[in-house]
């Protein structure tokens, strides 16, 4: 091999190594990348403990149960997971109903805005984001609705990211991002004219208590809606394969417990909401929501082994391996559980906070359930 041939073959292997590694961000919206993976705000030498103290976690069960330990259980995970969602799935941690000719980002910003539109809020209006992540959602709701959106997460972290993407987006003047626990928010009483959780409240040990929150914040006569994930009326708890799934989605979500559907207006009546609608977003004629999960299993095996790669050579943290890796596995009980049809993770209530309304109207009678 002449001189030149080996010089223009070495230059095409370094362009392509350095588009793998440097320029191949997240597979929706590029911002973040291979090289930048970390474990968000634990030292990349503790990465590895972390995940460890994670998993054991769940060999505690009893600690599941206790509601003061959850907080900073599901704050490591969003520290071990949130470059990695980051980069292989978009700012929008939630999923979505497939839709026929629309792309999973279009299909992502719909059911975003869905949410909002619920809401019926002007422009100008103040919302509250509970569970806000990096922000995707908060971002494509400013822009939808032009509202103030006021986010809070609990992992600080997250709140950076944030930040960040809200300035480059040219939306940080309508978005604000808290860093806090949504069970003890630090907002005054009936401050917000909606609110809108997507994806996020099961991770509350105790989903009245982030509900009664919600509602403490928001103004009388507001909306509030949320996308929950729930078991279905088809899970069975006695079907030790329909635990096993459900079991496997607690583990690799940080959740301390997943909830039946039929709970969850039980719930936001106790505190005081009126429910105005109720429905499952994932049951038929929606095209099904985990396809997402299996069309990505080459995107996985590609970046898995470069992921392996780089913490091999020192630059991505060796626990982040293991986290990738849990993922996976995550995702294939996920989409079980979609296929079964025992799991759905847009369980969609909306609820009143009312001008004037008492707990017995609601057991009178007086909700719309669709």
Avoid at 70 to 95: C, K, M, R
Avoid at 347 to 367: F, N, V, Y
Wanted: proline share 4%; net charge negative; glycine share 8%.
């Amino acid at each position: 091999m002449d001189s030149l041939t080996l010089f223009c073959t070495a230059s095409l292997l370094a362009a392509g190594l350095y588009w793998f590694v440097c320029l191949l961000g997240s597979a929706e919206q590029k911002g973040k990348h291979a090289v930048h993976l970390s474990g968000g705000s634990i030292a990349k030498e503790k990465v590895q403990d972390k995940y460890q103290q994670y998993w054991s976690f769940f060999r505690r069960p009893k600690e599941i149960e206790t509601a003061d330990k959850v907080p900073a259980f599901v704050d490591t995970f969003y520290n071990l997971v949130t470059d990695i969602y980051e980069w292989g799935w978009g700012q929008s941690f939630h999923f979505s109903p497939a839709l026929a000719g629309k792309s999973h980002r279009d299909a992502t910003r719909i059911h975003e805005e869905m949410a909002v539109d619920l809401l019926n809020v002007q422009p100008g209006a103040r919302i509250l984001d509970a569970g806000c992540g990096v922000g995707g959602p908060m971002r494509a709701i400013a822009a939808h609705s032009g509202a103030n959106v006021v986010g809070i997460t609990i992992n600080e972290y997250q709140v950076n990211r944030a930040r960040m993407h809200n300035k480059k987006a040219g939306l940080d003047k309508l978005c604000e991002v808290v860093c806090g626990n949504f069970l003890q928010m630090p907002f005054e009483d009936n401050t917000f004219d909606g609110a809108y959780s997507i994806e996020a409240t099961c991770h509350a040990p105790n989903l009245e208590d982030v509900y009664s929150e919600i509602y403490r914040v928001l103004k009388p006569g507001s909306l509030y809606v949320s996308y929950e994930w729930v078991t279905t009326e088809l899970y069975r708890g006695d079907d030790p394969e329909h635990v096993e799934v459900i079991q496997g989605i607690e583990r690799g979500d940080a959740l301390p417990g997943l909830r039946s559907y039929k709970d969850i207006a039980e719930v936001a009546e106790k505190v005081g909401f009126q429910v105005v609608k109720e429905k499952d977003l994932a049951k038929p004629p929606a095209n099904p929501w985990w396809t997402r999960l299996k069309m990505g299993r080459i995107a996985y095996w590609r970046n898995h082994i470069l992921i392996t790669v780089l913490a091999w050579v020192g630059i991505a943290p060796k626990g982040v391996v293991d986290v990738h890796e849990m993922l996976f596995v995550t995702a294939d009980y996920l989409t079980r559980g979609g296929e079964t049809g025992i799991f759905s993770p847009m369980h969609m209530i909306l609820c009143r906070k009312p001008e004037s309304w008492t707990r017995q109207t609601a057991r009178d009678g007086d909700s719309c359930r669709l």
